[in-house]
């Protein structure tokens, strides 16, 4: 074999055991449970395209991602904003069910057909300017989605960047190891929490909490900051200087959002 082909062979069985385990004859162990893919989209609405939009979320893309166990997360800003956002959360199972269901979007007939008024939309009467998007791949702590209680109202975003690589990652094993089980102690209710893999902010991580209102959430968090388990942890060498940058949106569920 020569060996121009041999390195276009290796990079490509590289690619497929990256993106496809299975395929690529890498298992993993069988009690290591599925780690899910978010992608965290941010739409610039445009006029009138909400209802359009979520329409086209709730009627096509969301039957899709749950005949394959996903859900799609939909939220307004809590704060009136220009021009208007709208935040989506689609959940995918796995890597492998994220390129899988990304070409039955593009590809399948069916797909395609009920998607068709969303599709030929004319360009002069666009949803949106454009979307954002960061990719997600799921903490060892939270591998699946958690689903927030039927008395949700308020719903916290937070970005963490870190100044690089190995603060993300030392932050990533601060959570799994020992931040998540105090959030779920004093009342910060999780939703997500994810390494991005792609998007703005790298390196960062992007979780989510949910709350019923503001009340609830200023008393989460004030049991949060003086806890001694907190205190104890953050002092921590191993954990000094992870995070640089934090960004933080209020978000609100939208009617029919599956989170």
Same mark, same amino acid.
Request: proline share 7%.
């Given at each position: 074999m020569k060996r121009r082909t041999f390195i276009r062979q290796s990079a490509a069985t590289a690619g497929m055991a990256a993106a496809f385990p299975a395929a690529a004859g890498i298992t993993a162990p069988a009690d290591q449970p599925k780690k899910a893919i978010y992608e965290l989209r941010k739409y610039h609405l445009k006029g009138g395209g909400k209802s359009q939009l979520k329409k086209y979320l709730l009627d096509v893309v969301a039957p899709m991602l749950n005949e394959q166990g996903g859900k799609v997360g939909i939220f307004g800003e809590y704060s009136l904003q220009e021009p208007p956002m709208l935040y989506v959360l689609l959940c995918f199972p796995d890597m492998e069910q994220y390129f899988t269901l990304k070409n039955k979007m593009d590809h399948d007939p069916d797909i395609q057909a009920k998607a068709k008024a969303y599709n030929e939309l004319p360009s002069d009467r666009p949803l949106f300017d454009r979307y954002e998007t960061l990719l997600l791949e799921?903490?060892?702590? *939270?591998?699946?989605?958690?689903?927030?209680?039927? $008395?949700? +109202? /308020? !719903?916290?975003?937070? *970005?963490?960047?870190?100044?690089?690589?190995?603060? $993300?990652?030392?932050?990533?094993? @601060?959570?799994?190891?020992?931040? %998540?089980? %105090?959030?779920?102690?004093?009342? %910060?209710? $999780?939703?997500? !929490? +994810?390494?991005?893999?792609? +998007?703005?902010?790298?390196?960062? %991580?992007?979780? @989510? /909490?949910? !709350?019923?209102? @503001?009340?609830?959430?200023?008393?989460?968090? +004030?049991? !949060? $900051?003086?806890?001694?388990?907190w205190i104890g942890m953050r002092d921590k060498p191993e954990y000094a200087n992870t995070v640089s940058t934090i960004h933080r949106v209020f978000l609100i569920p939208e009617e029919g959002s599956q989170l």
């Open positions: 799921a903490l060892d702590a *939270i591998p699946q989605v958690r689903q927030p209680d039927a $008395s949700r +109202g /308020l !719903f916290e975003l937070r *970005i963490y960047e870190s100044y690089n690589e190995d603060a $993300s990652r030392r932050k990533v094993l @601060m959570f799994n190891k020992e931040e %998540l089980p %105090l959030f779920d102690k004093v009342g %910060l209710n $999780s939703v997500f !929490f +994810g390494k991005n893999l792609a +998007g703005r902010h790298l390196p960062a %991580l992007t979780y @989510m /909490l949910w !709350f019923r209102d @503001m009340n609830h959430r200023d008393e989460a968090w +004030g049991k !949060f $900051s003086p806890h001694p388990e």
